[in-house]
Nanobody, 127 residues
Framework: QVQLVESGGGLVQAGGSLRLSCSAS???????LAWWRQAPGKERELVAS????????YYTDSVKGRFIISSDNTKSTLFLQMDSLKPEDTARYYC?????????????????????WGQGTQVTVSS
């Protein structure tokens, strides 16, 4: 089973930037990795995802042009660069992984299919 550990959250003013990291252990070459977020009182939301083999990328509309998902395959690390942050980006951000051998299911927004989740890291954007 893949194990995931996030880091990099914090408090930032609107317009600022943060970079989240997710260190993965285990066999992830046939997985899609994703960043999810959940704000208080709201449903969990898929923010961005990437197929580890092939690199196809998905972004939810609200973060396009502001967030960039990337990976360092040699270090099995996933990143989320978040720029132009808005108060509505405030949430707990989670790294998650699910197996998709050919990467075809890299943007699945059904959280139930993700086999591994990190503990989350809090991102708070003040206005």
């Amino acid at each position: 089973q893949v194990q995931l550990v996030e880091s990099g959250g914090g408090l930032v003013q609107a317009g600022g930037s943060l970079r989240l990291s997710c260190s993965a252990s285990g066999r992830i070459s046939e997985h899609a990795l994703a960043w999810w977020r959940q704000a208080p009182g709201k449903e969990r939301e898929l923010v961005a995802s990437i197929a580890w083999n092939g690199g196809r990328i998905y972004y939810t509309d609200s973060v396009k042009g502001r967030f960039i998902i990337s990976s360092d395959n040699t270090k099995s690390t996933l990143f989320l660069q978040m720029d132009s942050l808005k108060p509505e980006d405030t949430a707990r951000y989670y790294c998650a992984a699910h197996r998709t051998p050919y990467g075809e299911d890299y943007n699945n927004a059904d959280g139930q299919i993700y086999e591994s989740w990190g503990q989350g890291t809090q991102v708070t954007v003040s206005s």
